[in-house]
């Protein structure tokens, strides 16, 4: 999509925010351990590039996306860091691995047969074992198919480096650690069997690393919690305050006196009570801001203004205390006067995570970055 320059809409990602995040993790990771920063999805929305930078700028070793694509335009952009794609790669493009020493996790041997059917003489594919204690996405089920993967391995050291082990937890965001305790015994028998242990060993998301210390491993996987946000929602406190990198702001573009008993937006779902001041905004669902978030608000002048009927594919309206000029700052997440509205907020209002919200953000809303030293 063409992002709207010449649209007051816009998102501030703050570099300082991130590489404060990060360097707070790192304060608390053991030394030797190795913090890889998770920036799939276009880095959760705030952009793959730049949020790559600032890892690193702030001591992270590595890079994890999701697929293939986010590691090439890594590479194309000349970060040379370890990248490890956590999604399962298309066994065809293991030379394409080899050549740009990108790292993958494989599920299955069967994977490492077809793989080896592509590769040529010399190509050799970086590979991290990816074990199922429960999360039920991808990898071995069983310590036993682990001990003939670990076997295949061994025999084809010429395709294959055995790079690094890892798993996935499901639940390491609850209170309740029942379940995340079924998987680290798992993950425990599985290393059992092991002959010899790769590289990196890895077990933890933000969440893991920020609730669970002892849980092992020589590298974190720091996703979420890199951007500022809590992967919990509300549900548990971070050990430190996160800071929030992503704010979303606009302006407004049309103000009116609307009289009682005339409505707004698509089916008419909404009837002034009294004579209202109503501001139009230059966003919509195409914007990432959920069409499900009518009746939540946004701030202007530091006040709540609740979004007044059905948001629209490219505008909304909100209900202002007063008149307001047209060109009034709006924000619809991030700070105004005394008062804040967080990705967890609009996650709440919108019945989902703040993770979709940040990656939904679509393109037409251009990206400006603060504190960039580069910039
Ligand atoms: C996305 C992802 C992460 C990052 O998780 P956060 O909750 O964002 O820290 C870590 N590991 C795997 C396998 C993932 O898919």
Known sequence: MNAGIHRPTIIQVDAQAIRQNIQQERLRMQSGTDLFAVIKANGYGHGLLHVARYALEAGATGFCVAILDEALALREAGFTQPILILGIVAPQYAPLLADQHISVAVGSQQWLEKADEFLQDGQKVRVHLALDTGMGRIGLQEPAELERVEAFL??????????????????????????????????????????????????????TSLWHKACGGNMIRFGIALYG???????????????????????????????????????????????????????????????????FHVLVDGNYCEIVGRICMDQLMIRLPQSYPVGTKVVLVGKSGQNAITMVDVAEAAQTISYEIACGFSSRIPRNYLHDQKA
Do not use: C
Request: hydrophobic share 40%; proline share 6%.
């Open 154 to 207: 061994i025999q084809h050291k010429l395709q294959f480096e055995f790079e690094g082990i890892f798993t996935h937890f499901a639940t390491a965001d609850e209170l309740d650690q029942t379940y995340f305790q079924t998987q680290v015994n798992r993950f425990k028998a599985f290393m059992a069997v092991l002959k010899q242990k790769p590289r990196y060993v890895h077990v933890a998301n933000s969440a």
């Open 229 to 295: 946000m809590n992967p919990s929602g509300r549900v548990l406190s971070a050990p430190y305050p996160l800071s929030p990198a992503l704010t979303l702001e606009s302006a407004l573009v049309f103000v009116k006196e609307l009289k009682k008993g005339r409505s707004v937006g698509y089916g008419a779902t909404y009837t002034a009570e009294n004579d209202e001041w109503i501001g139009t905004v230059p966003i919509g669902y195409a914007d990432g801001y959920p069409r499900r978030l009518q009746g």
